[in-house]
């Protein structure tokens, strides 16, 4: 059973930053792939970067303003939200799977997921 716990989204201004937070209640958590998604209202959910093991992938419209990282010690996962653009407004949901899917079809355990909004 895999329990996933995010927590930081709020709301930024433009050019602001926040740092999201994953909890992973999971038994071999080294061997999961852990992936942020994102989704704005009224579109589907879209991929942000996923983090396996030292290995990092990013989607092409966030990359160079966010960063994934991950505690294995804590079992949390982190993202760092750099030069934030109201284009980044959505819920944000973190997700493992054992295979660093990037379509939310994939088998991915999810969390609950937490909002975040950037102002103009």
């Known amino acids: 059973q895999v329990q996933l716990v995010e927590s930081g989204g709020g709301s930024v201004q433009a050019g602001g930053s926040l740092r999201l937070s994953c909890a992973a209640s999971?038994?071999?958590?080294?061997?999961?792939?852990m992936s942020w998604f994102r989704q704005a209202p009224g579109r589907e959910r879209v991929w942000v970067a996923h983090i396996y093991h030292a290995a990092t992938g990013y989607a092409d419209s966030v990359k160079g303003r966010f960063t994934i990282s991950k505690d294995n010690n804590k079992n949390i996962v982190y993202l760092q939200m750099n030069s934030l653009k109201p284009e980044d407004t959505a819920m944000y949901y973190c997700?493992?799977?054992?295979?660093?899917?990037?379509?939310?079809?994939?088998?991915?355990?999810w969390g609950q997921g937490t909002q975040v909004t950037v102002s103009s």
């Open positions: 997700a493992a799977d054992a295979r660093c899917s990037v379509s939310p079809a994939g088998d991915h355990y």
């Open positions: 999971v038994n071999r958590y080294s061997s999961y792939c």
